[in-house]
């Protein structure tokens, strides 16, 4: 099974932005539909963006859209989120996810088998 390690998150002012990426290693990594999700104290962990494993197909959640891209780098197993326009309200542990053959578009953490150890991120203002 695919091992996933996120890295990147950190403080930022309002409106500036951040690059979070995550690592896997194990198995194939194309195989992997990968995702971001993210969890606010107090706050039930939220699907952010996402990438299907054939690399053709990207889904973001409303608030993300415009803000937020994925990417995926195959020759270096790693997902990214870039974060632009970072808002008060996206301060939150960011996780990284996988589910084999995912079809992506599934919101809810129960869809993916894989976590990361999740990357804090704040924002200042």
């Known amino acids: 099974q695919v091992q996933l390690v996120e890295s990147g998150g950190g403080l930022v002012q309002a409106g500036g932005s951040l690059r979070l990426a995550c690592a896997a290693s194990?198995?194939?990594?194309?195989?992997?539909?990968m995702a971001w999700f993210r969890q606010a104290p107090g706050k039930e962990r939220e699907f952010s963006v996402g990438?299907?494993?054939?690399?053709?197909?990207?889904y973001y959640a409303d608030s993300e859209k415009g803000r937020f891209t994925i990417s995926r780098d195959i020759a270096k197993n790693t997902v990214y989120l870039q974060m632009n326009s970072l808002k008060h309200e996206d301060p939150a542990v960011y996780y990284c996810?996988?589910?084999?053959?995912?079809?992506?578009?599934?919101?809810?953490?129960?869809?993916?088998?894989?976590w990361g150890q999740g990357t804090q991120v704040n924002v200042s203002s």
């Open positions: 996810a996988a589910a084999e053959y995912g079809s992506g578009s599934s919101y809810s953490p129960q869809s993916y088998e894989r």
């Open positions: 194990g198995r194939a990594f194309t195989s992997y539909t």
């Open positions: 990438i299907r494993w054939s690399g053709v197909n990207t």
